[in-house]
């Protein structure tokens, strides 16, 4: 019903910059929120940055400061951009996004498959 098409992960060095992007499509009738998550080796996924309806924004502290988190209503599509990396930002990197559907009211979320973000010292 929805797909989450994610890009932007690789390889980069510490203190460099990766832009990652994530677009929604399928039956939506309108996206409450879109957001990144991220999974390191042997860690819970957490909260990266979140972006909601009124353009609510929220960050990990670990990444405030560095990371920047916009959306493109229009293409329903969210961006991050990731300054300054560091090592301890290995990790998957997922997209989430909260959906209404075209068929009802309620808000389901969808994940993108996740995309790998190696940040090398």
């Known amino acids: 019903q929805v797909q989450l098409a994610e890009s932007g992960g690789g390889l980069v060095q510490v203190g460099g910059s990766l832009r990652l992007s994530c677009a929604a499509s399928?039956?939506?009738?309108?996206?409450?929120?879109m957001g990144w998550y991220r999974q390191a080796p042997r860690k819970q996924r957490e909260l990266v940055a979140i972006?909601?309806?009124?353009?609510?924004?929220n960050y990990a502290d670990s990444v405030k400061g560095r990371f920047t988190i916009a959306r493109d209503n229009a293409e329903n599509t969210v961006y991050l951009q990731m300054n300054s990396l560091k090592p301890e930002d290995t990790a998957v990197y997922y997209c989430n996004a909260q959906v209404v559907l075209t068929t009802g009211i309620y808000t389901f979320s969808y994940w993108g498959r996740g995309t790998q973000i190696t940040v090398s010292s």
């Open positions: 399928g039956s939506i009738r309108s996206i409450n929120a």
């Open positions: 972006l909601s309806s009124g353009d609510t924004i």
